[in-house]
């Protein structure tokens, strides 16, 4: 039988090592951290992020002639004003946590071009009698 060459095994281990190195920096692109809004204080300005927060009572305005909406995302520490141009779900409301995927455009001020609604995985039947809670269903073609 016989043995494998010096060179042959040193290719092999090449190869395995491109491999290696190129799994690994294709996962570390991939890797999206959420960040809340007292973490995205320390970020620069004009960086790419995604910021997580809960929708800020009483904070949802529309405005019909930009069409933009804007309302506040909190952690509990720190508030984040938000403006977006993209349309929220009919789950969108005040107290509803958000993830979005946008700029840093100033010190406490975030442009989102993604908003998606984070809902509860607990799915359960209205019990009899039980109707659901106002503001959840939108009619289409009006607003949040």
Do not use: C, N, W
């Not at 095994?9 to 951290?33: D, H, K």
């Not at 509990?76 to 929220?88: D, E, F, K, L």
């Not at 009919?90 to 107290?95: I, W």
């Not at 039947?125 to 039980?130: A, D, N, S």
């Amino acid at each position: 039988m016989r043995r494998p060459r010096p060179l042959t095994l040193i290719g092999l281990g090449l190869v395995v090592i491109a491999f290696i190195v190129l799994a690994a920096t294709s996962l570390q692109g991939a890797l999206v951290y959420d960040l809340t809004p007292t973490e995205l204080d320390s970020r620069p300005v004009g960086e790419r992020a995604r910021l997580y927060g809960i929708v800020v009572e009483g904070s949802v305005q529309f405005d019909e002639a930009t069409r933009t909406l804007r309302f506040a995302v909190t952690d509990g520490r720190s508030t984040t004003a938000v403006s977006t141009q993209s349309i929220p779900t009919a789950l969108f409301r005040d107290g509803v946590a958000v993830i979005l995927g946008g700029r840093l455009s100033g010190p406490g001020t975030f442009v989102a071009d993604e908003l998606i609604v984070k809902h509860s995985e607990v799915y359960a039947p209205l019990e009899p009698g039980q109707t659901v809670p106002p503001g959840i269903l939108a009619t289409p073609g009006t607003p949040p």
